[in-house]
T-cell receptor
Framework: AQKVTQAQTEISVVEKEDVTLDCVYE???????LFWYKQPPSGELVFLIR??????QNEISGRYSWNFQKSTSSFNFTITASQVVDSAVYFCALSEADRDDKIIFGKGTRLHILP | DTGVSQDPRHKITKRGQNVTFRCDPISEHNRLYWYRQTLGQGPEFLTYFQNEAQLEKSRLLSDRFSAERPKGSFSTLEIQRTEQGDSAMYLC???????????FGPGTRLLVL
């Protein structure tokens, strides 16, 4: 069965603090993709990153970084030096090559960055 | 490259009425997906198209729901005899082809009274 778990429902941090959003996934496929999307109050889902199952290299993009560990089935997302504009709901998601790219989303983590 | 667009952005209707939503994918994207998102949840897959062919429908898509993509470009999602449980955000996404990243539109927020 395919499943994505985001155990943190809501997080609040003060601006400039670092924050890590956790994501644990389940899949039986060997070929799969992991994603993070951001959903600001406007409602649009903004694509942040996609990783395939064969690439465990961590990635950094500005203040954002992602830690992919197959051994623990985790794909965590860290925001460094958070800013108020980072406030949003963040979704971790999974798609399996054998299931024709249908994306399975976690329930999301609502992040509040306090000024 | 313009993004995925959806129309309308908001729709309020009375129970029992029919509604239709439109999605325009990114130009030259062959795949088009529909998802539904209820309050406090992540989006859930409804159906998808490869060009004009509808390849799969989720069990979430009851007989009251129908989707089309007549010329392989824009798509419509129609809900007949709406129910209060249909109230949700309906999201459309497109990708260039299989295995490529899906980019989402702004969604249509439906409220059924």
């Amino acid at each position: 069965a395919q499943k994505v778990t985001q155990a943190q429902t809501e997080i609040s941090v003060v601006e400039k603090e670092d924050v890590t959003l956790d994501c644990v996934y389940e899949t039986r496929d060997t070929t799969y993709y992991l994603f993070w999307y951001k959903q600001p109050p406007s409602g649009e889902l903004v694509f942040l990153i996609r990783r395939n199952s064969f690439d465990e290299q961590n990635e950094i993009s500005g203040r954002y970084s992602w830690n992919f560990q197959k051994s623990t089935s985790s794909f965590n997302f860290t925001i460094t030096a958070s800013q108020v504009v980072d406030s949003a709901v963040y979704f971790c998601a999974l798609s399996e090559a054998d299931r024709d790219d249908k994306i399975i989303f976690g329930k999301g983590t609502r992040l509040h960055i306090l000024p | 490259d313009t993004g995925v667009s959806q129309d309308p952005r908001h729709k309020i209707t009375k129970r029992g009425q029919n509604v239709t939503f439109r999605c325009d994918p990114i130009s030259e994207h062959n795949r088009l997906y529909w998802y539904r998102q209820t309050l406090g949840q992540g989006p859930e897959f409804l159906t998808y198209f490869q060009n004009e062919a509808q390849l799969e429908k989720s069990r979430l898509l009851s007989d009251r729901f129908s989707a089309e993509r007549p010329k392989g470009s824009f798509s419509t999602l129609e809900i007949q005899r709406t129910e209060q449980g249909d109230s949700a955000m309906y999201l459309c996404a497109s990708s260039r082809t299989r295995g490529e990243t899906q980019y989402f539109g702004p969604g249509t927020r439906l409220l059924v009274l």
